[in-house]
C-alpha cells in the first residue's frame, strides 16, 4: 500500500512539473466601454463587457516587464480607432511560471483615438 502511495505522489508531482500550467490571470476591464475581440498574450480570449472580469487559466508561462504583463492588451471598441501597437520592449521582462495575477485593463484616449495598458490590480 505504502508502494502506491508514493507511486502516485511521484506521478503527480513529476506531471506538474512537465505539464505546468499553474498561472490563472484575471482581467478586469476598467476601461468603461465593452471590448471587443481580447486577446492577452496572443490568445483569443473573446468580448469582455465594461465593469467586468474574465478568468484564464491552464497557462504555462507568463512574460512579465514589472508587475505587468509584457504584452500590451489587444481589444476593439466600437467607434473608435486603435492606432498600431508599438513593439514591446523586452528589457528586463521575465518568465513566470507559477501565479495567480490580478490586472486591470485601462485605456488612453486622444480624440477618437485610444490605446489599452495595464495596471495591476488594487
Known amino acids: 500500500m505504502l508502494k502506491v502511495i508514493l507511486y502516485s505522489v511521484i506521478i503527480v508531482f513529476s506531471s506538474s512539473l512537465?505539464?505546468?500550467?499553474n498561472i490563472s490571470v484575471i482581467t478586469f476591464n476598467k476601461t468603461g466601454y465593452d471590448l471587443d475581440s481580447v486577446s492577452f498574450n496572443h490568445q483569443y480570449l473573446g468580448d469582455i463587457p465594461k465593469d467586468s472580469s474574465l478568468v484564464l487559466s491552464n497557462l504555462n508561462e507568463i512574460v512579465?516587464?514589472?508587475?505587468?504583463?509584457?504584452?500590451?492588451p489587444f481589444g476593439s471598441i466600437d467607434g473608435k480607432i486603435?492606432?498600431?501597437?508599438?513593439?514591446?520592449?523586452g528589457t528586463k521582462s521575465m518568465k513566470k511560471y507559477e501565479g495567480v495575477f490580478m490586472f486591470d485593463i485601462l485605456i488612453y484616449e486622444t480624440g477618437n483615438e485610444y490605446r489599452l495598458?495595464?495596471?495591476?490590480h488594487e
Not at 512537465?18 to 500550467?21: A, C, L, P, Y
Not at 512579465?64 to 500590451?72: F, I
Not at 495598458?117 to 495591476?120: E, I, L, S, T
Open 18 to 21: 512537465t505539464f505546468g500550467q
Open 82 to 89: 486603435r492606432p498600431l501597437n508599438l513593439l514591446e520592449c
Open 117 to 120: 495598458y495595464w495596471r495591476k
Open 64 to 72: 512579465m516587464q514589472g508587475d505587468v504583463p509584457l504584452h500590451r
